[in-house]
């Protein structure tokens, strides 16, 4: 017999896997910043994509710190409440880094 996983535990691996994947996206937008300011000191034209990407570096490190103060948390009720926040601010990093990738797209055309 296959014990299912409690919801507790569910919600503490989101929060990991949360906290894990912001932090490395954070290194990837600072590594696309880096990127474009080499391109620029070689080419010498400004892009909008580095300030967009600093900012959604940003928010992947809000996420990043919600998700870990969420993991050191020991009353129920804040803890769900901040794995909530760290989430939402998650997913709104992950969508506008979407839209970071199309305008850079467009923009190098």
């Known amino acids: 017999m296959s014990q299912e996983p409690s919801r507790e535990s569910i ?15 954070v290194g990837v937008c ?5 990127i474009f300011i080499m391109n620029r000191r070689l080419s ?8 967009l990407l ?16 969420a993991l ?4 129920e009720g804040r803890q769900h409440r901040v794995e909530e926040i760290a989430e939402k601010v998650f997913f709104t990093a992950l969508v506008f ?7 850079i797209v467009f923009e190098l055309i």
């Open 44 to 51: 010498h034209i400004k892009s909008y994509g580095e300030e």
């Open 11 to 25: 919600e503490f691996d989101i929060t990991i896997h949360i906290f894990t994947v912001s932090a490395t996206l």
């Open 30 to 34: 600072l590594t696309v910043i880096g």
């Open 54 to 69: 600093a900012f959604d570096a940003l928010l992947f490190l809000v996420s990043c710190i919600l998700s870990y103060s």
């Open 72 to 75: 050191r948390k020991r009353r």
């Open 97 to 103: 880094m979407t839209f970071i990738c199309i305008f």
